[in-house]
Structure formats: C-alpha cells, structure tokens
C-alpha cells in the first residue's frame, strides 16, 4: 500500500535520516499490507513458509511499542492490499488459500468495534497497487488471473466508500502489475513495476518501466512525470511531505527517496532487507516490516525518521 502526504520539503526541519529498529513481531510474514490508523499500525493476515496462510491480525502500538492481535481477516490469502480511509482500514483483492484465480473482495475494518464488514466487491485483482487519493480508493492494473501467461491485466478503478461503489477509469498506456500508486501533487501517481507485450511468436518480452505516470481525476487525463532512475517490481512505499520513499528491490536494503523538486535523493540503507515487505507512514515517520530476508520470512519492525520532530 503507498498513501503519500506531500506538503512540502520538511517544513524546514532538521534532516537527520535516523533509523531505528523496534519490537518484532509474534509472527513473520511476507505479501502482507499494513496500514497506519491513529498511532497504531495494522497488519492483517499473512503467509510465511512455517505455517503457510494465516488470518492473525497483528496491531503495534507506536507509543508503546508492543504488539497484540485483533479479529481475525476473514478469508486466508496472499497478495492484497490495503488502505486507511477515515480511521477505517479497507482490504482488496489477492489470492485465496487454494483457490486457482485471484478475487475481487473488498472488507472494511472498523478499529472502534474490531469488526470486518464486507463491501461491493471490484473487479477480480492480484498484484495490483492501491492508494487513496481525495477520500476515495484507487486500484491500478494487477493480474485478473493466476495464470500470468494470459498476462490478463484490469485497468484502472476507484471505490468510494460512502456510496460503497466501483467506477471505471480511463487506463495509461502500458498496463502493469506489482507497481506503486501513491497520491502525489493533487494526482495519483504510478511508479515502477512490470510489463509485458506479445513477441508475435506465442511469447511475451517483460519490460520494467521507470516512467512515472500521473492522473488528474479532476480532468481525467493521465500525463508523465520525471523518470526514476531503474525500473523493478515487488518494490513498496510511503511519501512524506513531496518524497517518495520505496525499498523492497530484490534482498537488498537499499532505500531510494524521490522528491518531487530535487529528484533522486539517496536514503540510508535499512537495517534490513525487506523483499515483498510492507510499509506505513505515521506522524512523519516511515515504517518497515517482515518480507524476505537472509535467513527466511522476518519479523521484523524498523522506523525511519527523515527529519527532526
């Protein structure tokens, strides 16, 4: 998931670039989205190699730094994500434990009550992105199917969740899966992932754009931002302020920052690596968890603060 707050350049705070390394948690896991709701960071669900799909619904409690569990994500999968809209966390799509083909599920939690509630199901979505821009959900792209060599993607959509319905959207140029969409300048924005385009011979050549793509749901026209400098999936991220914070390529704890202003802005490395991790922003801070790493599925629960309180 990648909710950015782009406001402008620190507010003319101190950089200090500080990592710290925080409680793990009970249990590891990989594919999982997390999301940040009033001081607290929400982890529903998850899959590792011990014990393969679980529904716990892991809650870390920023100012005392301990964890405790919720009502449990009503379906086992992998691969969805999710957003905070309004205080309440919204998950979407992903695999099922068993199932052959991704589906298109939309549950709502409610911190207040920790109650799931069911919502208009989208379309069927796996390895998509997602964000929230203007109150609403937006969905890009991902694979209708499990079966990639249909390389069968689904568009653009949003979700409002006060009429608890799905619209169509006109799509970019280029569809991919495993991209960032992230709220960025009065738009939403697409960074990185992966493609892929018939080779006219039953095959398919795979590219990884590093193009920046921008939508104005204001005027319903897509145009292009300033280039990354790769392209790469399975990365994630947050924004804070008018930076893009993303990490998450290959086991590597590379961190990258893109400002919007200044462009590429080289961030120190994590602590640890976090392929197929998942990430949060709260209180100007930005936080890392679980994924890949040297030695199997992590645990662990890292914070990165770029500039001073």
Not at 97 to 119: E, F, I, M, Q
Not at 213 to 228: E, H, I, K
Request: proline share 6%; aromatic share 14%.
């Amino acid at each position: 998931m990648l909710e950015a707050m782009l406001a402008g350049g620190g507010g003319g705070r101190v950089p200090i670039k500080k990592w710290t390394t925080l409680t793990p948690a009970p249990k590891a896991t990989v594919t999982t989205p997390m999301v940040a709701i009033e001081g607290k960071l929400y982890l529903p669900g998850g899959y590792n190699y011990t014990d393969s799909h679980y529904n716990t619904h892991q809650c870390y409690d920023i100012a005392t730094d301990t964890w405790s569990t919720k009502a449990p994500l009503p379906f086992l999968g992998m691969n969805y994500t999710a957003v905070a809209i309004n205080g309440k966390m919204y998950v979407y799509g992903g695999t099922l434990k068993g199932a052959s083909a991704y589906n298109g599920a939309l549950w709502c939690y409610d911190p207040t009550t920790n109650t799931w509630v069911a919502c208009a199901t989208g379309q069927n979505s796996g390895y998509h992105a997602l964000t929230v821009h203007g109150e609403k959900l937006y969905v890009y792209s991902g694979f209708s199917f499990s079966n990639n060599n249909t390389r069968n993607y689904n568009g653009f959509r949003v979700y409002d969740p006060v009429t608890n319905t799905w619209a169509g959207l006109p799509n970019t140029p280029g569809n991919r899966a495993f991209a960032i969409l992230v709220s960025l300048e009065g738009r939403v924005g697409l960074l990185g992932g992966y493609s892929s385009v018939s080779n006219g011979a039953g095959g398919f050549i795979d590219t990884y754009p590093n193009t920046i793509r921008r939508f104005d749901p204001s005027t319903g026209a897509w145009d292009v931002g300033t280039p990354l400098d790769l392209g790469a999936q399975n990365w994630f991220g947050d924004g804070i302020d008018d930076t893009v914070y993303v990490t998450g390529v290959a086991n590597n704890p590379q961190c990258r920052e893109y400002n919007t202003l200044k462009g590429l802005i080289n961030t120190p490395s994590s602590p640890s690596s976090h392929q197929n991790g998942c990430s949060a922003v709260w209180d100007g801070k930005w936080y890392l968890f679980g994924g890949y790493m040297t030695g199997g599925v992590s645990n662990k629960l890292e914070c990165y603060q770029p500039f001073s309180d």
